[in-house]
């Protein structure tokens, strides 16, 4: 229960099915004030709290910042010096949400753990399934790819069948005081959502040194601040003028280059990934991808090779990054997914 | 379900029944204000003045000696601030430096750090691996600008007990004022104002089976405060019509805790040891403090590479209220000020657990306890190492 309205009328779901329901709020930064937006301000656990007590639940605040320190925190940092955009919310759910919470249910007896993430779970003849949310605006699945099926079938979303709308008048129904809250922001530890003052408070100025801007001719036609303050895609913000708009097609660490070119170099039909997570077993040949949070599905064909996945597109999308998340789709369904580790053209 | 099994006694207690019996009447009929010059006042008055008989009866002082309060907390911050400011004042500022130790309560700890803003000079005093602070120290700390010494008389988190009567008697010896915060010691130990020889002494009520909301404060005859709150109650000291039932309900409390004060700690010494033994036996626990000088119903343990604090949710879960240091509800899993100044280890201090027992504890709660413990620890271990 981060105090906000998806995971306080998840709770309400959870108890009103007649389950004994226990909230926890996760508080994943140390120190005080804590959080920045959506994770364990005094003010969420306090929403959390009362929201709690409205629902006749218990409530506890527990403490999960070391391991968010060490699996999304510092990897998000690492991400970008090492030229990637990192997408932490993959790395929470993964290493914390369901890993550390989830262990911690079970240690507690607690046979479920049930979240307010928009995505839906779905029994079959093979064991569990993902499915994309019902309120494809807000659909999450793509966040959750990596949860095994062990997992999946310990967790339960009581928000997939519904869409925004129904989730606040459920609230409101029920006299939440969470019902009208504003939307968290997407990355909660990040201060005002200055992402590269936060990287470079953690990895220092070392991290931002200045370099060339060149094209794929090797021209140069700049200077750049520092590689962390560029995702690949990237048009705004580079400071280059002339006529055609140039994009960020490549963060070239050893030679510390940031490499622009049009839109169609920007775009690429190959890539390979990593850290690869499959919930229903062999990925099949041909299937969908999705490699950005509410991004398109793309027709793609996947080689498996062991912990990694070739992926070539039917036809070229704009920005592949690094860091980012490949998820794959056969309809509803999400399969698995993993990092994007390379861009092979 | 069963009844829940509640070890938290250092927190708050529950109130015997004979105290809120005691109380009733006077949330009921026996409203009247106790200033007030009509009988109905008057009956509000002599019961006040019963129960600052009895509460000064369980502590060795003149009845006249004692302030109601609302609170164990505000009894020390009208002690700590009121002497500190009266002390700068009769010295013309000469007199500006208050002694404590690192171990003390907030409302202590908190009204120094206040004192430090307005410019008042603090020093802290630490204490040794058993959280003990030596009167050596305290001498050595004392200057002709200290107007004030605050050490508590038993710590809440670890239990341990102070040399009280030793630093009061050195700062008696040097004309510095002395308080103790015996907010954890009153009714648990023999507490004897004229034996230690306190200046002032802060006690609470729901400590000790009364309801929340009174407390007091012992001062000493001829000891001038500043004064917190305006107006001529408790003899110009405290100001505010006095909480009549709550009052009642502490002197009651006071008379039924100096009663059987001596059997109650041996036979609660007696369960701690118990549940202390059984809780040692498992893999990985220690015991804080000094075994000797302690609290009788106090059990202080760490538990190596365990976060307390899902410790405490895990047995809470199973039916037991324990806590794993002082107001821990906010989840942070820090190490508490007390284990700091203990130098208790990170992996050891991080999974502290205060068992503290009390009126009503039985040996079938110690059991249920230790069951309990061995199988939450059990399976928070297992999920650490997945």
């Avoid at chain 1, 030229?83 to 507690?108: D, I």
């Avoid at chain 1, 036609?221 to 560029?230: F, K, R, S, V």
């Avoid at chain 2, 019963?50 to 020390?76: K, P, Y």
């Avoid at chain 2, 201090?349 to 061995?374: C, M, P």
């Amino acid at each position: 229960m981060s105090g906000g309205v998806d995971s306080s009328v998840a709770a309400a779901l959870v108890a009103e099915a007649g389950h004994e329901a226990i909230g926890v709020t996760m508080k994943l930064l140390p120190g005080s004030p804590t959080g920045f937006g959506c994770c364990g301000s005094p003010e969420d656990i306090g929403d959390a709290r009362r929201v709690a007590e409205r629902l006749g639940i218990r409530h506890y605040v527990l403490n999960f910042d070391e391991v968010f320190e060490r699996s999304v925190v510092d990897r998000f940092v690492e991400d970008y010096v090492k030229q990637r955009t990192p997408n932490p919310c993959v790395e929470c759910n993964r290493s914390v949400k369901f890993g550390a919470l989830l262990r911690l249910a079970e240690a507690y007896d607690a046979p479920k753990v049930a979240t307010g993430h928009y995505a839906r779970l779905e029994e079959g003849p093979n064991g569990v399934r993902l499915l994309r949310a019902v309120d494809e605006a807000k659909d999450q699945s793509y966040f959750l790819h990596s949860l095994t099926r062990g997992e999946l079938e310990r967790v339960s979303f009581p928000l997939g069948e519904m869409r925004k709308p129904q989730v606040r008048e459920k609230a409101r129904a029920l006299g939440l005081r969470t019902a009208d809250k504003a939307e968290s922001q997407e990355i909660c530890f990040v201060p005002g959502k200055d992402y590269r003052g936060f990287v470079r408070s953690r990895a220092g100025d070392e991290a931002f040194k200045p370099g060339d801007i060149r094209d794929a001719s090797g021209r140069r036609l700049g200077t750049h601040e520092g590689l962390p303050n560029y995702t690949v895609g990237q048009r705004k913000g580079l400071g280059l003028s002339g006529g055609t708009p140039y994009y960020v097609t490549k963060l070239d660490g050893p030679s510390n280059t940031l490499v622009v070119g049009s839109l169609e170099e920007a775009s690429s039909t190959r890539f390979r990934v990593g850290r690869l997570s499959k919930i229903s077993g062999a990925l099949p040949r041909s299937c969908r991808v999705r490699i950005r949070h509410r991004g398109d599905l793309h027709e793609a064909q996947v080689e498996e090779n062991g912990p990694e996945a070739l992926v070539s597109l039917a036809a070229p999308a704009n920005a592949v990054t690094p860091g980012q998340s490949a998820v794959f789709y056969q309809d509803e369904t999400v399969l698995g997914g993993g990092t994007i580790e390379e861009v092979l053209g | 379900m069963t009844r829940a099994v509640y070890l938290d006694h250092n927190a708050t207690t529950p109130v015997r029944p004979e105290v809120v019996e005691a109380m009733l009447p006077h949330l009921r009929e026996g409203f009247g204000n106790p200033n007030s010059a009509h009988a109905l006042g008057q009956g509000s008055r002599k019961a006040i003045e019963e129960a600052r008989e009895r509460v000064a009866a369980l502590i060795n002082a003149d009845a006249s000696e004692i302030v109601f309060t609302s609170c164990g907390s505000e009894s020390d911050v009208m002690a700590v601030y009121g002497a500190a400011q009266a002390g700068f004042n009769e010295s013309a500022g000469k007199r500006s430096h208050v002694v404590t130790t690192a171990i003390e309560h907030f409302a202590v700890s908190g009204t120094c750090r206040e004192l430090a803003a307005r410019g008042f000079e603090i020093t802290t005093l630490g204490v040794d691996e058993n959280a003990l602070v030596s009167p050596e120290s305290v001498s050595g700390a004392i200057s002709e600008r200290t107007s004030l010494v605050t050490v508590m008389t038993a710590n809440n988190e670890i239990g341990t007990i102070q040399p009280v009567a030793e630093i009061a008697a050195i700062c008696r010896a040097r004309g510095v004022l002395f308080h103790t915060d015996a907010v954890q010691g009153v009714g648990k130990i023999p507490v004897d104002v004229r034996a230690l020889g306190v200046d002032m002494l802060a006690f609470s009520g729901h400590k000790i089976n009364a309801p929340k909301g009174v407390g007091g404060l012992f001062v000493r005859k001829g000891v001038r405060l500043a004064q917190l709150i305006a107006g001529k109650q408790e003899s110009s000291r405290r100001g505010g019509t006095e909480n009549t039932a709550s009052i009642v309900g502490l002197g009651v409390a006071a008379e039924l805790a100096r009663k059987d004060l001596d059997a109650h700690a041996a036979s609660l010494a007696a369960l701690r040891d118990r549940l202390e033994a059984g809780a040692l036996s498992l893999d990985g626990v220690r015991r804080t403090g000094n075994p000797a000088l302690r609290l009788p119903g106090t059990a202080h343990l760490c538990f190596q590479g365990i976060d307390g604090h899902q410790l405490v949710v895990g047995l809470d879960l199973d039916g037991i209220c324990v806590s794993s240091g002082p107001a821990c509800h906010s989840g942070a899993t820090e190490l508490s000020h007390v284990l700091k100044a203990m130098r208790v280890p990170d992996e050891w201090g991080k999974g502290a657990l205060r068992v503290s027992l009390g009126w009503g504890t039985t040996e079938e709660d110690v059991e249920r306890f230790l069951a309990s413990l061995k199988k939450v620890l059990g399976k928070l271990r297992q999920s650490a190492t997945i």
